[in-house]
């Protein structure tokens, strides 16, 4: 079955860019169907959608964080990544990746799975 | 955005109670909703997508239903892993948004 896992740092300082990576296992992220996607949680909040990329390159982004925010994807690797520039303590969370199947028009009737465990970044100096 | 509202924020039922969580959507989402329980410290785990269809794996004490805007997540015989916080979702229009969470916390 496919797995999720993120990776990058855990600190992040202020004003820099933070930079995350999901490599997928049991499955390659280019056979088509679904949307890679990154969800964030504030520490004892609720869930955050940010945006997701298909296996072509075409991304979608939360408009809250489009101008900060790329996302890009490497098949050769089976991964894929999120950069958020100019970030703040407001970007501390945790980040999750995930997939969606259907999502070609901006609806599915799927939901986000499987997921991540999640990786917590924390924006401090 | 499309704004979805969770009642309640939390409950306190017992084990073998019916539970029965609510989700609103500030517009008609047709049946692009989908549930997730997270646990503490775990990932949200998918439970019910397309309203009503039961994720893979999932217990049939859960069940989903609704369309439009008004949606229900039901728990039939709570058991003591069912202790959580649940999310809803909606897919029908992005930026795709969840509700706030329901937990529920052991009496």
């Known amino acids: 079955q496919v797995q999720l896992q993120e990776s990058g740092p855990g600190l992040v300082k202020p004003s820099q860019t933070l930079s995350l990576t999901c490599t997928v296992s049991?499955?390659?992220?280019?056979?088509?169907?679904?949307?890679w996607t990154w969800i964030r949680q504030h520490p004892g909040k609720g869930l955050e959608w940010i945006g997701y990329i298909y296996y072509s390159g075409n991304a979608y982004y939360n408009p809250s964080v489009k101008s900060r925010v790329t996302m890009s994807i490497d098949t050769s690797k089976n991964q894929f990544s999120l950069k958020l520039t100019s970030v703040t303590a407001a970007d501390t969370a945790v980040y999750y990746c995930?997939?969606?199947?259907?999502?070609?028009?901006?609806?599915?009737?799927?939901?986000?799975?499987?997921w991540g465990q999640g990786i917590l970044v924390t924006v401090s100096s | 955005d499309i704004q979805m509202t969770q009642s309640p924020s939390s409950l306190s039922p017992s084990v073998g109670d019916r539970v029965t969580i609510t989700c609103r959507a500030s517009q008609s989402i047709s049946m692009y909703l989908n549930w997730y329980q997270q646990r503490p410290g775990k990932a949200p785990k998918p439970l019910i997508y397309a309203a009503s269809s039961l994720q893979s794996g999932v217990p049939s004490r859960f069940s989903g239903s609704g369309s439009g805007t008004d949606f229900t997540l039901t728990i039939n015989s709570l058991q003591p892993e069912d202790f959580a916080t649940y999310y809803c979702q909606q897919s029908y229009s992005s930026p795709w948004t969840f509700g706030q969470g329901t937990k529920l916390e052991i009496k």
């Open positions: 995930t997939r969606v199947a259907g999502a070609m028009y901006g609806r599915s009737r799927s939901g986000f799975d499987p």
């Open positions: 049991g499955g390659s992220i280019s056979s088509g169907g679904y949307h």
